[in-house]
T-cell receptor, first 116, second 112 residues
Framework: EAGVAQSPRYKIIEKRQSVAFWCNPI?????LYWYQQILGQGPKLLIQ????????DSQLPKDRFSAERLKGVDSTLKIQPAKLEDSAVYLC??????????????FGPGTRLTVL | KQEVTQIPAALSVPEGENLVLNCSFT??????LQWFRQDPGKGLTSLLL?????REQTSGRLNASLDKSSGRSTLYIAASQPGDSATYLC???????????FGSGTQLTVLP
């Protein structure tokens, strides 16, 4: 079974530029998560989708971050414009069920973003 | 608000030692607690998941325990190997947060 795929794996941009990350979850997984992991910290949930609807985006900085999950499969996360403090690893995860504590999350390899 | 703390931030041990990693959480009303491993440049791999009704879980050389009343969990690694070198993260799923809340991790180095 293929795991969660993410691309690109690395991205370097200058501040005020825009960037987009792509995630392909495990086939059949209904729930998709985007996390931000700053160096030396644990992952922090940015947004959770259930199929193609948003369940929780309370920690997403909506003035510069946006995310979508068209057709309930792939998802993209965009930052526009980027700030220095956005430098982090962006992790995508998916779970089979409809979120919640009883559905194990499977993580992708992440995209490491460096903002100069 | 759930807060998860892991101490120490880094640990270095010689090969073959048994070791314990610590995790504490502030909100004891958790559904489960999970331990992950993160290798450089890679995502998170789930190691053990302990449900709130359980006291411990074991997988191979790994044993995780949970004490909800004291807000603590430990990950015990027996007979450590250089291949165990990685960052270990714990995460709690609580009703108050309704999401996984992660600690900052313990970076483990096992010296050959």
């Amino acid at each position: 079974e293929a795991g969660v795929a993410q691309s690109p794996r690395y991205k370097i941009i200058e501040k005020r530029q825009s960037v987009a990350f792509w995630c392909n979850p495990i086939s059949g997984h209904a729930t998709l998560y985007w996390y931000q992991q700053i160096l030396g910290q644990g992952p922090k949930l940015l947004i959770q989708f259930q199929n193609n609807g948003v369940v929780d985006d309370s920690q997403l900085p909506k003035d510069r971050f946006s995310a979508e999950r068209l057709k309930g499969v792939d998802s993209t996360l965009k930052i526009q414009p980027a700030k220095l403090e956005d430098s982090a690893v962006y992790l995508c995860a998916s779970s089979l069920g409809l979120g919640g504590p009883h559905n194990e999350q499977f993580f992708g390899p992440g995209t490491r973003l460096t903002v100069l | 608000k759930q807060e998860v703390t892991q101490i120490p931030a880094a640990l270095s041990v010689p090969e073959g030692e048994n070791l314990v990693l610590n995790c504490s959480f502030t909100d004891s009303a958790i559904y489960n607690l999970q331990w992950f491993r993160q290798d450089p440049g890679k995502g998170l791999t789930s190691l053990l998941l302990i449900q709130s009704s359980q006291r411990e879980q074991t997988s191979g050389r790994l044993n995780a325990s949970l004490d909800k009343s004291s807000g603590r969990s430990t990950l015990y690694i027996a007979a450590s190997q250089p291949g165990d070198s990685a960052t270990y993260l714990c995460a709690a799923y609580s009703g108050s947060a309704r999401q996984l809340t992660f600690g900052s991790g313990t970076q483990l180095t096992v010296l050959p």
